[in-house]
């Protein structure tokens, strides 16, 4: 039996996201992370992304979660040096998909507006594609699927 459980929030407009809000922030790492998952797929990136703010061992800021990484001298993220893996590919971070982006920004608006719980996530700080293994998840206790990420809590 699946559990979701997502509280009512007032959902922001695309224009109420100015680049480089949480909001942004958020629903880009959304978007990018799991916009082919629907709805579900980005909530639980995001959810995870607001486990890692609670937690003091990442950034205290939704920008910094998404955006941590090792970075060079003119401020660019280095390729495979990131938390999140679209943020140092290579490959801009721009919104091709619209209905997915708009989903990913009404989303991000309900996670900043209320704090939103997917049963098995609580504590769910690390996520990958289920079509690899990295070797951090044999450290890390498997919480459960959903979409095409595995998700993880220490």
Sequence with gaps: MRH???????LLTP??????????CLAEAMYFEARDQGWRGMLAVGVVVQ?????????QTICGVVRQG?????????????????????????????KAWNEALDLSALILSKTV??????DATHYHATS??????SV?????IIG??????E
């Design 70 to 98: 090792r970075y060079d001298k003119k401020g660019n993220p280095l390729r495979g040096r990131c938390q999140f893996s679209y943020h140092c590919d290579g490959i801009s971070e721009k919104a091709h998909e619209k």
């Design 132 to 137: 690899i293994r990295p070797s951090w998840s």
């Design 117 to 122: 719980h997917i049963v098995g996530l609580e």
């Design 140 to 144: 890390l206790v498997f919480r459960r």
């Design 4 to 10: 979701w459980i997502v509280a009512a929030a007032l």
């Design 51 to 59: 486990n890692r703010v609670k937690d003091r061992r990442w950034p």
């Design 15 to 24: 224009s109420a996201a100015s680049a480089g809000s949480d909001q942004s």
């Design 148 to 153: 095409q990420h595995a998700f993880y809590a």
